[in-house]
């Protein structure tokens, strides 16, 4: 008896073991998540908090909104949030604050946002930077002056971390700052001995900013101001080709919008103005040298002549009738090819102005005032009767 009441103690001693294992097994299982993919939870949780944080800004509660999103950056699971996840918070912070008239709590949002994804920034704050361009600014230069304090302690790697951080809101920045991110920027990659990483910032740097300057003489390094220099030269001759060739091309096509463009407005309307006039009198000249050619050939044909004829029985005026056509036939096709004539020169005279100027600007000074180096005149000749074109030249 005693013998079955131990053997059942026994069995049911070595179940409860056997549950309490597998129990023990079913916890280890379930915590297997939170050790190895903590973000799965804790992440999900912030996640759904930050949207609604998100939805409370939308909702122009901005005050609620930062206390939401300060209580999730500040917890000890916030760091394991994704970047993309943890940006787009400080994003919304930083929003929220400058609602609230907190510029400074504002900054350093941004800041942290930008360092930790500067494309969801972007993504989330664009309309928002656009319209507060001076925040911007103002993150900008702290992490500018930043950069500069860390390339003049000679920790390169530092300064250009935070330079390419401010890169992608360079859009909104003016174009004096965004130059001077890109000058540093070439600084840094010069003291790296990256000599084509340098070359490229220096390109855009005088892209945004084409009269940069380096600064002091005793403080810029020689090598710097070397590689600056060759790439300002380049730049000003790629520059200086591009401005001539559109200048040219813009005559080209209608004259005067080449000068227009390059901003001496008064030569460009002056040029469009007389090739107007030109063209108007050509079309209207064709007009009637087509009629006086129609009247003439085929128009007076042998039955008109015939009826000249029988009705004044004298081939004096026949003849004198055909002579009128053909005179004024021959007077309107003179006065076609002047017109056609003054427009071609005009025209080409547009294009050797907008060659010339754009060529010899440094050189040549050419305004409409006759008292000045160029002018454009039109005088009639009593001898010919015709009307010639002048462009005076003074060098």
């Not at 909702?59 to 000890?76: C, K, W």
């Not at 920027?185 to 070359?199: D, P, S, Y």
């Not at 060759?230 to 000068?259: E, F, H, V």
Request: charged residues 25%.
């Amino acid at each position: 008896m005693k013998t079955k009441e131990m053997e059942r103690a026994t069995e049911h001693q070595e179940r409860s073991d056997r549950r309490s294992l597998m129990r023990r097994r079913s916890c280890y299982i379930i915590l297997i998540p939170f050790i190895f993919f903590p973000n799965m939870i804790y992440g999900q949780d912030l996640a759904a908090r930050i949207a609604e944080a998100v939805n409370l800004y939308e909702a122009n509660e901005p005050s609620e909104a930062s206390l939401l999103l300060q209580s999730i950056l500040t917890s000890a699971d916030a760091p394991q949030l994704e970047e993309a996840v943890h940006a787009k918070a400080y994003t919304y912070l930083a929003m929220s604050e400058w609602s609230l008239y907190r510029r400074t709590s504002t900054e350093s949002a941004v800041i942290s946002a930008l360092e930790l994804d500067a494309s969801t920034f972007i993504t989330y704050g664009d309309s928002w930077a656009k319209n507060n361009a001076t925040i911007i600014d103002s993150v900008a230069k702290i992490m500018l002056m930043d950069a500069i304090y860390q390339y003049e302690e000679a920790e390169y790697t530092k300064s250009v971390e935070h330079l390419i951080t401010i890169v992608p809101i360079e859009k909104y920045l003016p174009a004096s700052l965004a130059s001077d991110i890109h000058k540093y920027l070439a600084f840094n990659f010069v003291a790296q001995r990256k000599r084509k990483l340098a070359q490229q910032e220096f390109q855009t740097a005088l892209r945004y900013n084409p009269k940069l300057t380096l600064g002091d003489d005793a403080v810029i390094a020689p090598k710097i101001r070397r590689t600056y220099m060759t790439i300002r030269d380049n730049t000003i001759q790629k520059s200086r080709r591009k401005a001539q060739l559109n200048t040219i091309l813009r005559s080209l096509i209608l004259p005067g919008w080449g000068q227009i463009h390059r901003g001496d407005r008064l030569r460009g309307y002056g040029f469009m103005a007389i090739q107007g006039g030109l063209l108007a009198g050509t079309l209207l000249s064709v007009r009637s040298y087509t009629q006086a050619r129609d009247a003439y050939d085929p128009g007076f044909s042998e039955a008109d002549a015939l009826a000249i004829y029988y009705q004044r029985n004298d081939i004096d005026d026949v003849n004198a009738e055909l002579n009128a056509l053909y005179s004024r036939y021959q007077s309107k096709g003179r006065q076609t090819n002047v017109f056609i004539g003054l427009l071609v020169t005009v025209w080409a005279v547009n294009i050797i102005d907008a060659m010339i100027l754009s060529w010899r600007r440094d050189r040549i000074d050419f305004t409409t005032a006759p008292s000045r180096s160029g002018r454009l005149a039109m005088d009639w000749d009593q001898k010919t009767r015709l009307w010639r074109v002048q462009y005076r030249l003074n060098w």
